[in-house]
């Protein structure tokens, strides 16, 4: 069964470092999403991205945060410099425009970053 | 807007006994809803999902859910608890936007099962 995958499982940086996410979302998906989890907090939507272009963001996608598919298959997620409060497990998600209205996205295992 | 409250953060049950996950939503319009499912060091899975259409849905692993309109509730609910039903559940609200999905969490409610 086709699958998101994320790497790596788990990055501890330094405050201030950059961080690179990698996805490999399902190959016949078209919008790619990113959610973020902080420890004991809710699930958060941070952006989704379509045919190369950002589709939304929410207000916490700041200009620290940026995304690209570099290569057709990879989707990334860069954080510029980061700050304690970036630790968090960050979900990358795709999904089939023929699923429109149905809230299925296909979520991958979740990259834990840790901020020291 | 649109959100979601998860009324209990652990639930402990007994295995074989029946399981009662509670969530209320707010919404200003008709929404869709769903319940996702994350196992220990495991993705977020769908379970089930309302779209308007029957208001008892049924999801994998036994589980099922009712859209109650006039409580605002979509409690998941399972006749008989599995230890493998051990997990974090999230109920989520979805606003679509031409194939563009946004969910909306609730805080998650974390499912015990005692042997």
């Known amino acids: 069964e086709p699958e998101v995958t994320q790497t790596p499982s788990h990055q501890v940086t330094q405050m201030g470092q950059e961080v690179i996410l990698r996805c490999v979302p399902i190959s016949n998906h078209l919008y790619f999403y990113w959610y973020r989890q902080i420890l004991g907090q809710k699930v958060e939507f941070l952006v989704s991205f379509y045919n190369n272009e950002i589709s939304e963001k929410s207000e916490i996608f700041d200009d620290q945060f940026s995304v690209e598919r570099p290569d057709g298959s990879n989707f990334t997620l860069k954080i510029r410099s980061t700050k304690l409060e970036d630790s968090a497990m960050y979900f990358c998600?795709?999904?089939?425009?023929?699923?429109?209205?149905?809230?299925?996205?296909?979520f991958g295992e979740g990259s834990r970053l840790t901020v020291l | 807007a649109q959100s979601v409250t998860q009324l209990d953060s652990h639930v402990s049950v007994s295995e074989g006994t029946p399981v009662l996950l509670r969530c209320n939503y707010s919404?200003?319009?008709?929404?869709?809803l769903f319940w996702y499912v994350q196992h220990p060091n495991k993705g977020l899975q769908l379970l089930l999902k309302?779209?308007?259409?029957?208001?008892l849905v049924k999801g994998i692993n036994g589980f099922e859910a009712e859209f109650k309109k006039s409580e605002t509730s979509f409690h998941l609910t399972k006749p008989s608890a599995h230890m493998s039903d051990a997990a974090e559940y999230f109920c989520?609200?979805?606003?679509?936007?031409?194939?563009?999905?946004?969910?909306?969490f609730g805080t998650g409610t974390r499912l015990t099962i005692i042997p």
């Open positions: 309302y779209t308007s259409a029957a208001t």
């Open positions: 919404s200003s319009y008709s929404p869709s």
């Open positions: 998600a795709s999904s089939n425009p023929g699923l429109a209205g149905t809230g299925e996205l296909f």
């Open positions: 989520v609200v979805s606003r679509s936007n031409f194939g563009n999905e946004k969910l909306t």
